[in-house]
Each structure stands twice: as C-alpha cells, then as structure tokens.
C-alpha cells in the first residue's frame, strides 16, 4: 500500500516514516525543503521525496490534485491548518483514498473545565491556531459521518523528543530554565505554578498515527488524544526535573502580572498561551479503540530531549 505522508520530515515525521517502512509500506513524503529528519534513519533511503510549498498550492488550488496524482492508498496530513485547505484535500481525494489521518492538537478543547479531558467534551478553543485547527476537525467529522469521507483525528499534545527544546516547567522555551534547575539556582514560577502541561514524545504521537492505520474501522470518523499517560503541573515538573539534576528546587511563585516583567514578552505570550489551556488529557479513548500505549511518561520524554540538549552545548550545566 502506498503511503502520503505531507510534511513527513518534522517532529513525528522523523519516527512515523520509518514506522511505515518497516510495516512494509510504499512512502512518498512531500515536503517545502529537503531538510533531513531530526533523527536519522536507514529506511529513509527508501521513501520518495517531493518538493512543494502547499501554501502556495492552495491559493492557486492544485495541492489536492498534486496528492491525488500520487494516487496514495492513504494519506497523513501533518500540516494543514484550515478548514478551507482541508477541504480543498478531501474533495481532491474524495473516492480516491481509504484513509486520511489529520494531525489536530489538544489546543482545540481551550481552557480545561474538566480534567481529564475527553474527545467528547465541547469546544471552546481560543487564539488563531485552536481555533482554526477546531475548524478542521468540524469539518473532516462531519465529512466522515455525514459522507462517509474515511477521516481520523489524532490530538498530540506538546511534542518532545531528541533535536528540539521542551515546552519548560516555566511554561515557554527558553532552555535556560533547565540550566537554572540543575544548578539549583531560582526559578520564578507564575502564580503557585499548579497550572498543567501535557507532553509527549514524538515517537508516541508516530505510534498513534500506526495504530489508527492498523484500527482503520474503529479509527475512522474519530478523533483521538495522543499524550503521555498524566499532565505535569509547572511546580511538580520543575521539582522532579531539579530532583532528576540532584538538586531541590529553590522556586519562587509570582502573581502572573509580576512574573511577566521577569521574561521576554515572547515568553511570556509563550507561557501565556499554555497555562491559559492548562491541558489534562485522557487518553482512554485511543487506548481502548488503538491500542495506544505511550511508551513514555511526560518526564520521560523531556529528559531525553533535555539529555540531547546538554550532549550538544545547547544547556550548560557545567556549575552543576
């Protein structure tokens, strides 16, 4: 069978695409550049690469036939974020596919109201890209269910894995939050840090996207969480990762008002954007319908990429 894969050489990508070839599938992967995959891979040799900037292709509309001219027996999307660019795909591929799996986010619930979050709470999605990727949902859902278009949804949360820097336990990307963590110097925390995050490693999102291709008859017209087992809040990641130094967390809480003026204005918009979710999945669905099961905890996948990060000079913590 032959496998599309659309923007294969990022975070997932770099651990679905061998995936797929060694479940023995034909993969073709288009991409805007030639970038090599954070990790590599023998079974990269084997995948057929094409180049195309779908930005540009959707707005003169030849993107969905560019795919279905590839004549795929399925389809991953790892890269659209509109409706109007989703539907542009399944018209092309209407007829055409037996599978297209859709990488959505856990941003399209909003703010958590009950945790843990399942599929079937409501939406209340805020800021641009919640709210477009909710859009995308509605739309491949009710092209499943009211059309039979074969569609699945998989919700990854905040994507970790060797190469990229972690979502940090103060809630943005600064890698010299972790550097201050193993140094057991102060880490300033918003509010009493009891907001959440959700990770999860990449290679477990790459196992979900499998599963739901090997489950095609419970996975399609669905949409699955794909998330470790458990949500961190900030303070307990930040004292398990200090433990994980050798050190005890010396954290300092500040109303959220005070706490911005200590950060960029990125980081904190950064920041901002994930405590206002303060995500807490469940994962049950994908684990009673896929199979799924993560093999890393939300730690777990952090410390390997922080691992990766002080292996290459990226954080210092030669003061430890």
Same mark, same amino acid.
Not at 18 to 39: C, D, F, M, T
Not at 142 to 157: M, Q, S, W, Y
Not at 202 to 226: G, K, L, N, Y
């Given at each position: 069978?032959?496998?599309?894969?659309?923007?294969?050489?990022?975070?997932?990508?770099?651990?679905?695409?061998?995936?797929?070839?060694?479940?023995?599938?034909?993969?073709?992967?288009?991409?805007?550049?030639?970038?090599?995959?954070?990790?590599?891979?023998?079974?990269?040799?084997?995948?057929?690469?094409?180049?195309?900037?779908?930005?540009?292709?959707?707005?003169?509309?030849?993107?969905?036939?560019?795919?279905?001219?590839?004549?795929?027996?399925?389809?991953?999307?790892?890269?659209?974020?509109?409706?109007?660019?989703?539907?542009?795909?399944?018209?092309?591929?209407?007829?055409?596919?037996?599978?297209?799996?859709?990488?959505?986010?856990?941003?399209?619930?909003?703010?958590?109201?009950?945790?843990?979050?399942?599929?079937?709470?409501?939406?209340?999605?805020?800021?641009?890209?919640?709210?477009?990727?909710?859009?995308?949902?509605?739309?491949?859902?009710?092209?499943?269910?009211?059309?039979?278009?074969?569609?699945?949804?998989?919700?990854?949360?905040?994507?970790?894995?060797?190469?990229?820097?972690?979502?940090?336990?103060?809630?943005?990307?600064?890698?010299?939050?972790?550097?201050?963590?193993?140094?057991?110097?102060?880490?300033?925390?918003?509010?009493?840090?009891?907001?959440?995050?959700?990770?999860?490693?990449?290679?477990?999102? @790459?196992?979900? &996207?499998? %599963?739901?291709?090997?489950? $095609?008859?419970?996975?399609?017209? =669905?949409?699955?969480? #794909? *998330? !470790?087992?458990?949500?961190?809040?900030?303070?307990?990641?930040?004292?398990?990762? @200090?433990?994980? &130094?050798? %050190?005890?967390?010396?954290? $300092?809480?500040?109303?959220?008002? =005070?706490?911005?003026? #200590? *950060? !960029?204005?990125?980081?904190?918009?950064?920041?901002?954007?994930?405590?206002?979710?303060?995500?807490?999945?469940?994962?049950?669905?994908?684990? $009673?319908?896929?199979?799924?099961?993560?093999?890393?905890?939300?730690?777990?996948?952090?410390?390997?990429?922080?691992?990766?990060?002080?292996?290459?000079?990226?954080?210092?913590?030669?003061?430890?």
């Amino acid at each position: 069978m032959r496998v599309v894969i659309i923007g294969g050489m990022g975070h997932v990508g770099t651990y679905l695409v061998p995936r797929l070839v060694e479940a023995g599938y034909e993969v073709i992967n288009i991409s805007r550049g030639r970038r090599s995959p954070y990790q590599p891979h023998a079974a990269w040799k084997s995948v057929r690469q094409v180049v195309a900037d779908r930005e540009t292709e959707d707005k003169a509309g030849t993107f969905g036939q560019r795919v279905r001219d590839l004549r795929p027996d399925i389809v991953i999307d790892m890269i659209c974020f509109t409706a109007t660019s989703a539907s542009q795909l399944v018209e092309a591929l209407n007829g055409e596919v037996q599978h297209l799996l859709h990488c959505g986010t856990i941003w399209v619930h909003g703010p958590t109201v009950q945790a843990p979050l399942t599929e079937e709470q409501p939406r209340r999605p805020f800021g641009d890209y919640g709210i477009q990727k909710a859009a995308v949902e509605v739309y491949l859902l009710n092209k499943a269910r009211r059309n039979g278009f074969p569609a699945t949804i998989l919700h990854p949360g905040h994507i970790v894995g060797p190469g990229w820097v972690p979502l940090n336990p103060a809630g943005h990307f600064n890698p010299q939050v972790f550097a201050s963590l193993a140094r057991g110097e102060e880490v300033a925390l918003p509010n009493f840090g009891m907001e959440t995050v959700h990770h999860v490693h990449a290679d477990d999102v @790459a196992q979900a &996207f499998m %599963q739901a291709i090997f489950h $095609r008859s419970v996975a399609v017209c =669905e949409s699955f969480h #794909t *998330v !470790s087992p458990a949500a961190l809040t900030l303070r307990g990641y930040a004292e398990a990762m @200090a433990a994980w &130094f050798g %050190q005890s967390a010396n954290l $300092r809480f500040l109303p959220w008002e =005070e706490w911005r003026t #200590t *950060v !960029s204005e990125v980081e904190a918009a950064a920041t901002w954007d994930h405590i206002a979710h303060s995500p807490c999945c469940s994962i049950a669905k994908a684990e $009673r319908l896929l199979n799924y099961r993560p093999r890393y905890t939300s730690l777990q996948a952090v410390q390997e990429a922080v691992s990766w990060l002080i292996e290459h000079g990226v954080i210092d913590v030669s003061n430890q």
